[in-house]
Nanobody, 124 residues
Framework: QVQLVESGGGLVQAGGSLRLSCAASTRTFGTYAMGWFRQAPGKEREFVAALSWRSVNTYYTDSVKGRFTISRDGAKNTVYLQMNSLKPEDTAVYYC?????????????????WGQGTQVTVSS
């Protein structure tokens, strides 16, 4: 069982930045691929970014490419999502997820563990 705890959300003006953190409670953190998803009110959960195990590859949804960066600190068992040039449409609850298996990176059903979420609100 892996527990994931997100932090770093908040209220920011458009054009600003936030860094989300996700701390994992596992000694085998490096063997998991990690992802970030978000869910806005009334909408389905959508893929934001993913990082393969050993941090070899990164994946982003088109709307955040060039603005968001996913990274991992193995020594801290933590994955980050650096979000720059934020837009009001980025407003959502952001979830961290971990998976041991394969499948499409953008499919929530292929992730095994989820955090509780952290709210990000971008004002115009």
């Amino acid at each position: 069982q892996v527990q994931l705890v997100e932090s770093g959300g908040g209220l920011v003006q458009a054009g600003g930045s936030l860094r989300l953190s996700c701390a994992a409670s596992t000694r085998t953190f490096g063997t998991y691929a990690m992802g970030w998803f978000r869910q806005a009110p009334g909408k389905e959960r959508e893929f934001v970014a993913a990082l393969s195990w050993r941090s070899v590859n990164t994946y982003y949804t088109d709307s955040v490419k060039g603005r968001f960066t996913i990274s991992r600190d193995g020594a801290k068992n933590t994955v980050y999502l650096q979000m720059n040039s934020l837009k009001p449409e980025d407003t959502a609850v952001y979830y961290c997820a971990a998976r041991a298996g394969g499948g499409p990176w953008d499919s929530p059903g292929h992730y095994d563990y989820w955090g509780q979420g952290t709210q990000v609100t971008v004002s115009s």
